[in-house]
């Protein structure tokens, strides 16, 4: 299995770039996203995963829940938990990504090696890395608000085109959908590839900074698991 084939919300490539100036219309919204990143500490919410891919012109869907921890100003623990249409569990922790899957009870554990920084960088953009930051890596406009599908109230929509020319031979570009007001937390993320492939992520439910509980971000696998070890 190649791990940039791996069905993970967000996990990406990503580098850093010179700073940016932002434009007008988008400072109010990067002193939000300062604030908030300044004050994130966790996030939990119901998750729906699509993943396109353009030359079958096919979409799947995946749901479960999401949990991330923020464990450092650069570093997160993240779980997600996929209940359908096949179980399967995501774990995030520095250096590793673990994936169970139950149904065969293998582990897998990927080490990221030197991309593991890289790869933090790109989980946060949304939960825990303010405007400033996102504002050295990408041009970032706000395109104008919508209602995506799913959603009942309009969202600013935020575009992220990456700077590098190395993001850009994996991610051409990525979307945010804000509320207009309060916390910009992310209610739906989209990330789209050369291509033509693209991933969705929509947030349900979506609690932020509550006190989760001590096994929140544990595995818990069974006796008999299997582990098979790769390297990035």
């Given amino acids: 299995m ?3 084939n791996l069905t993970v919300p967000l996990f990406c490539l990503v580098l850093t770039t010179p700073l940016a100036t932002p434009s007008d219309d988008i400072h109010p919204l990067q002193l939000r996203m300062d604030k ?3 004050e994130f500490k966790s ?5 729906t995963w699509i993943t396109h891919t353009e030359v079958l012109g096919e979409d799947s869907t995946e749901t479960g829940t999401i949990t991330m921890k923020k464990s450092s100003t650069r570093d997160v623990q993240g779980l997600v938990n996929f209940e359908k249409p096949d179980p399967k569990k995501v774990y ?3 250096p ?5 899957y139950p149904k065969t009870k293998i582990l897998e554990v990927w080490d990221l090696g030197e991309q593991a ?3 933090y960088q790109f989980v946060m953009i949304g939960f825990g890395t303010s405007g400033t930051a996102l504002a050295k890596d990408y041009d970032m406009k706000v ?3 919508d209602t995506p599908k799913g959603q009942t109230a309009p969202l600013l929509h935020l575009q992220l085109m990456p700077r590098s020319a190395k993001v850009k031979e994996y991610v051409t570009k990525v979307e945010l959908w804000i509320p207009e007001q309060g916390d910009p937390y992310p209610i739906q993320e989209k990330v789209s590839e050369p291509s033509g ?3 969705v992520a929509m947030y349900g439910d979506l609690k932020i900074n509550q006190t989760l509980p001590k096994d929140a971000l544990k595995l818990n696998l069974p006796a008999g698991v299997r582990t098979e070890s790769h390297k990035r």
Avoid: H, P, W
């Fill in 43 to 47: 996030m939990t919410a119901n998750v």
């Fill in 36 to 38: 908030a990143a300044s």
């Fill in 143 to 145: 395109v104008g608000t």
């Fill in 96 to 100: 590793n990504l673990q994936i169970y």
């Fill in 117 to 119: 920084d890289q790869l």
């Fill in 2 to 4: 190649r791990l940039s």
């Fill in 92 to 94: 995030l922790e520095k």
């Fill in 197 to 199: 492939n693209y991933r």
